[in-house]
């Protein structure tokens, strides 16, 4: 009885989520969040701080923290962790020579007591660029199937059309509707 109490009250409330979107500069994050809140492309230079916006799905509520990927922001990413429940870590699949520091990149946010309660969303991005890196490159090479701690997906997409976007989206409600 309370579990369906549990689930009905969760059906009715609208819940809000914190997403941080990670990824090294130049992987599409600030045009993924903007594809995501108004399916359209919009006009981005480098990000310096963070964008933040609200994007609902099927009534749960996510604030996403879109937060500059330049080197130098990269050590200040963990003051965005606290309570975070998603964190989405966008690739750009053309990037070959930096997918190694990706893969840096990540461990150490996945190492952070901060997230040890998050789930994990890659975005394998760029994917209308012909002899782009497929999402299962991508996985291999950052070794998500060895990750044990976090609940993961890869979704491959491309932030200028949107194609993709909806499937992450989709498997964040299903978390969170899961739960
Ligand atoms: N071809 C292609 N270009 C994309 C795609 N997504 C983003 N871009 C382009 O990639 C460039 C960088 O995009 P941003 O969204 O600013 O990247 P960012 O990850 O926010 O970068 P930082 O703010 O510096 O961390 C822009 O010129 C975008 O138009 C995509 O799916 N395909
Ligand atoms: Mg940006």
Redesign the pocket.
């Known amino acids: 009885m309370g579990l369906l109490f549990t689930k009905l009250v969760k059906m009715f409330m609208d819940e809000e989520h914190k997403v941080i979107v990670v990824?090294?500069?130049?992987?599409?994050?600030?045009?993924?969040l903007y594809q995501f809140l108004m399916n359209e492309?919009v006009h981005?230079?480098?990000?310096i701080g963070s964008n933040v916006e609200e994007i609902v799905c099927k009534n749960v509520h996510f604030f996403m923290w879109?937060i500059?990927?330049?080197e130098s922001l990269r050590t200040s990413w963990n003051t965005y962790f606290a309570d975070s429940d998603f964190v989405i870590f966008?690739v750009d699949s053309t990037d070959r020579e930096r997918l190694h520091i990706s893969k840096v990149e990540l461990s150490k946010m996945l190492s952070h007591e901060d997230l040890s309660n998050s789930r994990l969303l890659v975005l394998a991005?760029?994917?209308?660029?012909k002899g782009c890196m497929t999402a299962a490159e991508i996985s291999q090479q950052l070794q998500l199937t060895e990750l044990k701690t976090h609940s993961w997906n890869i979704q491959s997409?491309?932030?200028?059309t949107g194609e993709g976007l909806s499937e992450g989206l989709e498997w964040m409600t299903q978390q969170v509707s899961a739960r």
């Open positions: 990824g090294l500069d130049n992987a599409g994050k600030t045009t993924i492309v981005t230079s480098p990000t879109d500059g990927g330049q966008v991005n760029k994917q209308d660029v997409c491309c932030a200028l």
